[in-house]
Structures are given as structure tokens and as C-alpha cells.
């Protein structure tokens, strides 16, 4: 099979998404930083560039997030030729894959949420490159996390307080409002 890597700019701009023609990993896995990478041998590798700042894999791509002073024209050819010969060869993104289907938790009300988070939210988000997942829902508050190239952007406020809340709100009354540990 012949792997083509094409990337998507983000609504991040310090972030660039490079797709493949491949599952890379069910579910996703965040490296934001460079000790964090230690057992992952594609992520470890990316960091070997001095202008890589952060890693985010999910299904078919990997969104990496540069450093201040580098610019996409220059590095953006280096990587895309890094990414295919790397699930050419393919590099694991972890050691040890235990991940399944995701198993909801909590109450009834929680798992609603969850459930709501990954067959609405999940699909968006991984669109722009970015990740989502749920933390914990106390007295009308729903705790999320955002990852990939949802981290540190811009647009991530608006997208949690007019997007995903009002969702929630609709779907799920008890819901008052979602926010986010990463803002």
C-alpha cells in the first residue's frame, strides 16, 4: 500500500494536521512534551526535530504542534516526509496498545454525556485535529479536557461555551456548563 501524507492547516495556528490513508490508532494519545514521548517510538522520533513542540495522534492523523520561531513552509515538507516513511515503516505510536471501545462510567447521567461527547463532539473535534475527553460532572458542570491542536487555541473557548455546551444543554438539562482543565 502506498501511504500519501496530505496536511490541514488547524484553527490553531501553531499546529498543522498531516493525514495519512491509514489507521494509525484507535482512540488517540497526546505527547506534549518531549519526556512524555518516552514510549512511543513515532512521537519520540518526531521530537528529535528541534522545532517540534507538542505530538497528538488520532485515527489517521498526527497533529504536531511547532515551535514560536519555526514557520510551516520551511518545516512543513520535512515532516510530511518524516510521517509517510515512518507509518511505512510502521513506527508504533505506543508500546503497548490495551485500547478498546471506550467504556463509559459513572451514572446514568454521566454516561449519557460520554456518550454524547464521542458520537457528536469526538467526530468535530478529530476534525480539526484536536481531541476531547471527558473528566467528571459535578453540580451541573461538566469537566472536560481538550487535546492535539484544541490545546492553547484560540478558538477553543468559543467552540466549548457555544458548540459543545449548548449540545449538552439541549440534550441534557442538568447540564449548566461545560469547561475545560486545559483553558
Not at 488520532?58 to 520551511?74: L, M, Q, R
Not at 463509559?104 to 476531547?132: C, M, N, T, W
Request: aromatic residues 10%.
Amino acid at each position: 500500500m502506498t501511504i500519501n501524507v496530505y496536511t490541514e492547516q488547524t484553527p490553531n495556528p501553531a499546529t498543522m494536521k498531516f493525514m495519512v490513508n491509514k489507521l494509525l490508532i484507535n482512540g488517540s494519545e497526546d505527547f506534549a512534551t518531549k519526556e512524555s514521548a518516552e514510549h512511543s517510538p513515532f512521537a519520540k522520533e518526531l521530537f528529535k526535530f528541534n522545532f517540534v513542540n507538542g505530538v497528538f495522534f488520532a485515527s489517521n492523523f498526527v497533529t504536531i504542534t511547532k515551535t514560536e520561531d519555526a514557520e510551516w513552509p520551511d518545516i512543513e515538507p520535512i515532516l510530511k516526509e518524516f510521517v509517510k516513511g515512518a507509518v511505512e515503516s510502521e513506527y508504533k505510536i505506543k508500546e503497548v496498545t490495551t485500547e478498546e471501545a471506550p467504556a463509559f462510567e459513572g451514572s446514568d447521567l454521566e454516561v449519557k454525556i460520554q456518550q454524547i461527547l464521542h458520537d457528536y463532539v469526538r467526530p468535530a473535534v478529530e476534525q480539526d485535529g484536536g481531541a476531547i475527553s471527558y473528566k467528571s460532572f459535578e453540580e451541573g458542570v461538566v469537566t472536560v479536557e481538550l487535546r492535539g491542536s484544541c490545546s492553547g487555541c484560540p478558538s477553543s473557548t468559543i467552540t466549548l461555551k457555544s458548540g459543545i455546551q449548548n449540545l449538552l444543554q439541549r440534550m441534557v438539562p442538568e447540564v449548566k456548563e461545560v469547561v475545560s482543565n486545559a483553558l
